[in-house]
């Protein structure tokens, strides 16, 4: 079936230096990459998502990547802060047919140090 | 915009009694919402799809008896877990998406404790 990989699971970085998170989908008929940040104890947030019909999207210090042909996509944050710590899930879907569910990777935790 | 808010936000409840947890979105119409469970330090694990005015389609593994779902309005869903026994504590969250949407915003999830 549908799968998402991600890597790393866990990703400790230094407050102002850059993190980045790598996912890998199977379904080639993906085409809608959301990324959601969960805090502890809390439901998860949007904070970026591409389409298949892009190849990069910026959101201030957020940057996403998609390569369609080897089925990568990741995630970049520069400037990191300690209130960027928690961890974060990518997502891959087909919006067509009516199938459109997520497909979830199993998430890395992000810590942050000041 | 799209918020999306669940009650309540946690419960306990004793084994053998039954558990219903709203969701709601607050400034949208969400013709389809989805049903997720989350167990500590892992993934998202999606339980059903529930589209308004029809039956949800469940994921294999998940019991349709056990977690009954209802999507009556375009801005309310209730799960109801039937017979909550301790396996079934989990933290439950629920997701909308309006028509023709792509985007799923979730809610704040409940922490469901069954003793």
């Known amino acids: 079936g549908e799968n998402v990989e991600q890597h790393p699971s866990t990703l400790s970085v230094q407050e102002g230096d850059s993190a980045v998170i790598k996912c890998t989908y199977s379904?080639?008929?993906?085409?809608?990459f959301p990324w959601y940040k969960q805090e502890l104890g809390k439901g998860p947030q949007l904070i970026i998502d591409?389409?298949?019909?892009?190849g990069e999207k910026k959101d201030q210090r957020i940057a996403v990547t998609l390569n369609k042909t080897a089925k990568h996509f990741s995630l970049h944050i520069t400037e990191t802060q300690p209130e960027d710590s928690a961890v974060y899930f990518c997502a891959a879907s087909r919006s067509s047919g009516g199938y459109n569910k997520l497909i979830f990777g199993a998430g890395t935790r992000l810590a942050v140090h000041p | 915009g799209a918020v999306v808010s669940q009650h309540p936000s946690w419960v306990i409840c004793k084994s053998g009694t039954s558990v219903k947890i709203e969701c709601r979105s607050l400034d949208f119409q969400a013709t389809t919402m989805f049903w997720y469970r989350q167990f500590p330090k892992q993934s998202l694990m999606l339980m059903a799809t529930s589209n308004e005015g029809s039956k949800a389609t469940y994921e294999q593994g998940v019991e349709k008896d056990k977690f009954l779902i209802n999507h009556a309005s375009l801005t309310l869903s209730t799960l109801t877990v039937t017979s909550a026994h301790p396996e079934d504590s989990s933290f439950y969250i629920c997701?909308?998406?309006?028509?023709?949407?792509?985007?799923?915003?979730f809610g704040p999830g409940t922490r469901l404790l069954v003793l």
């Open positions: 591409i389409r298949s019909n892009v």
């Open positions: 379904d080639s008929a993906s085409n809608y």
């Open positions: 997701s909308a998406r309006s028509l023709g949407g792509e985007t799923q915003y």
